[in-house]
T-cell receptor, first 113, second 115 residues
Framework: GQSLEQPSEVTAVEGAIVQINCTYQ??????LSWYQQHDGGAPTFLSY??LDGLEETGRFSSFLSRSDSYGYLLLQELQMKDSASYFC??????????????WGAGTKLIIKP | DGGITQSPKYLFRKEGQNVTLSCEQN?????MYWYRQDPGQGLRLIYY???????QKGDIAEGYSVSREKKESFPLTVTSAQKNPTAFYLC??????????????FGEGSRLTVL
């Protein structure tokens, strides 16, 4: 089967750095996306990695290792507004060769003052 | 401002009733999607459409129906055949390039509760 594993909850302190890991097992792989979702809100796109390495966008960075089927989202200089759920999603093809996203269950990030 | 509008935001339904959730986008995106989200879980794909007048079933299509008569609109009907419809429903769209990058744009969601 296809699955993505990420921790259900991570706690960190305001101003600190936190890493949210994602390991995947899928039949195909085209890239790894990260989304942020605040409680009751819509997911918003954060980043996408198709190649190995680190992509940096402001305080957020995303890393991918295709050989290890592993990626992570790194959040620096944590702010209270970063409290949210973070989802990883793998880009794959369905049986009709249409692009599809396979989603992890999400990691709830709790930030303490 | 371009975006995706879902309505209603909250909906209560009695068992045995069909309900239709609206999704409209003005981003000129070809592809549109419906997801279901249950507490503590990821998003599960119900239906998607890559072009007007065409749509495909996702992983959990049973008990749901859709139409795509216009590029801007992709309504979802939750039928009485859906055994456990209480959930948060999210509509999304993507541009052609977005399909290669996994970038979806989401509406604010519709929360359906069956009484």
């Amino acid at each position: 089967g296809q699955s993505l594993e990420q921790p259900s909850e991570v706690t960190a302190v305001e101003g600190a750095i936190v890493q949210i890991n994602c390991t995947y097992q899928t039949s195909g792989f085209y890239g790894l996306s990260w989304y942020q979702q605040h409680d009751g809100g819509a997911p918003t796109f954060l980043s996408y990695n198709a190649l190995d390495g680190l992509e940096e966008t402001g305080r957020f960075s995303s890393f991918l290792s295709r050989s290890d089927s592993y990626g992570y989202l790194l959040l620096q200089e944590l702010q209270m507004k970063d409290s949210a759920s973070y989802f990883c999603a793998v880009r794959d093809h369905d049986k009709d060769s249409n692009y599809q996203l396979i989603w992890g269950a999400g990691t709830k990030l709790i930030i303490k003052p | 401002d371009g975006g995706i509008t879902q309505s209603p935001k909250y909906l209560f339904r009695k068992e045995g009733q069909n309900v239709t959730l609206s999704c409209e986008q003005n981003l000129n995106h070809d592809a549109m999607y419906w997801y279901r989200q249950d507490p503590g879980q990821g998003l599960r794909l119900i239906y998607y459409s890559q072009i007007v007048n065409d749509f495909q079933k996702g992983d959990i299509a049973e008990g749901y129906s859709v139409s795509r008569e216009k590029k801007e609109s992709f309504p979802l009907t939750v039928t009485s055949a859906q055994k456990n419809p209480t959930a948060f429903y999210l509509c999304a769209s993507s541009a052609s390039s977005g399909r290669a990058t996994g970038e979806l744009f989401f509406g604010e969601g519709s929360r359906l509760t069956v009484l």
